[in-house]
C-alpha cells in the first residue's frame, strides 16, 4: 500500500515538474503579436506609395511635428559664416568735437534726433573766442595804422624827406603788421575747423551733415577742451552701414573688390541682408590669423544696428543652389534626400545632389529647382514613418 502511494505522488511531482518546464519554455520564446488596428487608427495612418509620396490625412497628429519651407536659389558662398560685426559708414558719419575750451550754455539735439545740415547741436561759451578775436582786432588795427605810414613816407622818399634806413623801418613794420594779423586769424581757424558760427565769444555747434545722433556725451554746462575721449555728439546716416568682417587668410585669394556679402543677424533669422566688399585687409591679425574686410551693406529699413553682431559669408562670382539646412538632409549610403511638400499633407521623397557641405547647411545643385517647400523639420520622423508605411504596404 505504502509503495503504491509513494509511486503516485512521484507521478505528481513529475507531472508538475513537466507542467512548469513547458511554461517556462513558452515564456523564453519570442512572442509573435499581430497589431489589427481600428477603423479610428487606421484612419490616423499613413499612405505610403511605391513611387516615393507619403499622405496624411488632414489632422494627422504627425503633421503638428513637421515644418515646411519655402527654399529659393542662393548665391553660393565661399565658406562658411564668418564673425562680423556692424559698424558706422565712416564716409556718412561726424564725430564733432572742439578744439578750445568752453562750457556748454545750451543743448539743442537729443540722442536719437533726426537733423539737418547746418542745425545747431549745442551753443558753448567760449573765453579762447573772446581772446583770439581781440588779439585779432588788435593786429588789423596796428596792421592799418602801419599801413598808412608806408604811404606818407613813400610820397617823401623821392624828395629825400626822409632818410633811405627810416624807410626800410617803416616797411620792415608794416610786415610785422600783417604777419601778426595773419598768425591771429590762423589761430581762429585752428580753434574752429569745422567753420561753426561764432558770436562774440559763443560757439554755435552745428551738424556738419543730415543724419541722426546715435551718441551724445555733451551734457548742461559740461566743461570742453580737446582733450576730451569721445566726441561731444556722433552724427550718421542709419541707411548706410558698413559690416567688418573677420576672413581666414586661406580664403583672401578667393575674395575681390566688389565681392557681393550675404549677411544674417540673430535680430532678423528670416532676413538676409546683402553688401558689397570696398576695403581688403592689409594686414593679417597674429592672433588670430584673420584680415579684416569692409563691406557696405544697405539699410533702407533700419534692421541693422551700429556694433550689432552679425554672420556674414563671401559669396562666389558665379554659380547657385538651394540653401539647405543639414537637418533637412536624409543620407542612405553614398546618395541624400529630402522631403518635399506637394500639397498639403502630401510629401515626396526627392534625391539631391548637394554642390556644398557646411556646418549647418548645404547647397543643393541638382534635385531642387528653387521654391519648392521643403521639410525643415522632423524629417527624421517623417522618413520612419515613409519607411513603416512601405513595409505594410509590401
Do not use: C
Not at 509573435?32 to 499612405?47: C, D, F, L, N, R
Not at 547746418?118 to 573772446?130: C, H, K, T
Not at 543724419?211 to 569721445?230: H, I, Q
Amino acid at each position: 500500500m505504502s509503495d503504491r502511494k509513494t509511486r503516485k505522488w512521484v507521478g505528481i511531482g513529475l507531472l508538475l515538474l513537466l507542467i512548469g518546464a513547458i511554461v517556462a519554455w513558452r515564456s523564453i520564446q519570442p512572442s509573435k503579436m499581430v497589431h489589427i488596428p481600428t477603423p479610428a487608427a487606421a484612419s490616423q495612418q499613413a499612405q505610403a506609395e511605391l513611387t516615393g509620396h507619403i499622405r496624411f490625412v488632414a489632422g494627422a497628429s504627425q503633421l503638428s511635428m513637421l515644418e515646411t519651407q519655402s527654399l529659393p536659389l542662393a548665391p553660393i558662398p565661399i565658406s562658411e559664416q564668418l564673425s562680423a560685426r556692424v559698424v558706422y559708414d565712416e564716409d556718412v558719419t561726424a564725430r564733432i568735437g572742439v578744439g578750445f575750451t568752453g562750457r556748454i550754455l545750451e543743448l539743442k539735439a537729443a540722442p536719437g534726433d533726426v537733423v539737418k545740415a547746418g542745425q545747431v547741436l549745442a551753443v558753448i561759451d567760449s573765453p579762447d573766442f573772446g581772446t583770439a578775436y581781440a588779439d585779432l582786432n588788435k593786429a588789423r588795427a596796428d596792421e592799418k595804422r602801419k599801413q598808412l605810414a608806408v604811404k606818407r613816407a613813400k610820397d617823401l622818399v623821392p624828395g629825400e624827406a626822409i632818410s633811405t634806413r627810416d624807410w626800410e623801418v617803416i616797411q620792415a613794420e608794416y610786415a610785422q603788421a600783417q604777419a601778426e594779423t595773419a598768425r591771429a586769424e590762423q589761430r581762429i581757424k585752428n580753434l574752429n575747423p569745422h567753420g561753426f558760427k561764432i558770436i562774440g565769444q559763443q560757439v554755435i555747434l552745428a551738424s556738419p551733415l543730415a543724419g541722426v545722433v546715435t551718441e551724445r556725451t555733451a551734457s548742461p554746462a559740461l566743461e570742453v577742451n580737446p582733450s576730451l575721449a569721445a566726441p561731444l555728439f556722433v552724427v550718421t546716416d542709419p541707411q548706410r552701414l558698413w559690416v567688418s568682417i573677420d576672413l581666414p587668410e586661406v580664403f583672401l585669394s578667393k575674395i575681390k573688390l566688389g565681392s557681393e556679402v550675404s549677411i544674417q543677424s540673430d535680430a532678423y533669422p528670416d532676413d538676409t541682408f546683402i553688401g558689397k566688399i570696398i576695403q581688403l585687409g592689409q594686414t593679417i591679425n597674429p592672433n588670430t590669423r584673420r584680415a579684416n574686410l569692409l563691406a557696405r551693406v544697405n539699410n533702407s529699413e533700419g534692421k541693422l544696428l551700429p556694433e550689432m553682431f552679425v554672420r556674414a559669408a563671401v559669396l562666389q562670382a558665379s554659380g547657385q543652389g538651394v540653401r539647405v539646412p543639414n537637418r533637412a538632409l536624409i543620407t542612405r549610403g553614398l546618395y541624400a534626400y529630402v522631403f518635399v511638400e506637394k500639397a498639403p499633407g502630401d510629401f515626396a521623397f526627392q534625391k539631391v545632389k548637394p554642390i556644398k557641405r557646411g556646418v549647418d547647411f548645404s547647397y543643393i545643385g541638382e534635385g531642387l529647382n528653387g521654391g519648392e517647400r521643403v521639410v525643415i523639420k522632423g524629417a527624421l520622423l517623417l522618413e520612419a514613418e515613409f519607411l513603416a508605411s512601405l513595409g505594410e504596404k509590401q
